[in-house]
């Protein structure tokens, strides 16, 4: 079984700011991660994903996540937030063993850009 | 269509009713998951499908859910004698690869108020 753990349910940060959103994992097996976002008033949309080879991933709207296996984390950074960034971001695993599908979110953390 | 879609969008039952929600997936998407989200938290998982195959039901909470996808494609989720710990957000998502390394791309959800 794995759990995901992201610690703050919410980051205010004033546009043009750094950001950093933490997720750390649980897990007994080796996993795929993903970050997933939710703009206000619409479904979930993948950010983006590890599955092998660089530890660090990017998005095409400016963030990135780095996988450290050591920390089981995988926190996701932009250098530079937008107002349009402001939306909740679900950290997910799901098990790399075949037939285990399922994945397995964190509570969410709420990023609020302010101008 | 191009994304997943899910229908009603809101439903309102009295306790005690049979409720049926629908997920048209992504055309040629062999995975189809249902998940159910509670408010303020991130998506848990209730059930998944390889094509008209339930390979894994272990998230249902109770025997009152039931899914099925017997063409596979279209799943329709049931709960019977609806109870108000049910009021929540069931999503669906849908995956063209059986891996799991796989994207799935979430359709709306539908919003379930248990009256």
């Known amino acids: 079984a794995q759990s995901v753990t992201q610690l703050d349910s919410q980051v205010p940060v004033f546009e043009e700011a750094p950001v950093e959103l933490r997720c750390n994992y649980s897990s007994s097996v080796s996993v795929y991660l993903f970050w997933y976002v939710q703009y206000p008033n619409q479904g979930l949309q993948l950010l983006l994903k590890y599955l092998s080879g660089s530890t660090l991933v990017e998005s095409i709207n400016g963030f990135e996540a780095e996988f450290n296996k050591s920390q089981t984390s995988f926190h996701l950074r932009k250098p530079s937030v937008h107002i349009s960034d402001t939306a909740e971001y679900f950290c997910?695993?799901?098990?790399?063993?075949?037939?285990?599908?399922?994945?397995?979110f964190g509570s969410g953390t709420r990023l609020q850009v302010q101008p | 269509g191009a994304g997943v879609s899910q229908s009603p969008r809101y439903k309102v039952a009295k306790r005690g009713q049979d409720v049926a929600l629908r997920c048209d997936p992504i055309?040629?998407?062999?995975?189809l998951f249902w998940y159910q989200q509670a408010l303020g938290q991130g998506p848990e998982f209730l059930t998944y499908f390889q094509n008209e195959a339930q390979l894994d039901k272990s998230g249902l909470p109770s025997d009152r859910f039931f899914a099925e996808r017997p063409e596979g494609s279209v799943s329709t989720l049931k709960i019977q004698r609806t109870q108000q710990e049910d009021s929540a957000v069931y999503l669906c998502?849908?995956?063209?690869?059986?891996?799991?390394?796989?994207?799935?791309?979430f359709g709306p959800g539908t919003r379930l108020t248990v009256l």
């Open positions: 998502a849908s995956s063209l690869s059986a891996g799991g390394s796989g994207t799935q791309y």
């Open positions: 997910a695993v799901t098990s790399q063993e075949p037939g285990r599908r399922a994945l397995t």
């Open positions: 055309s040629g998407h062999v995975s």
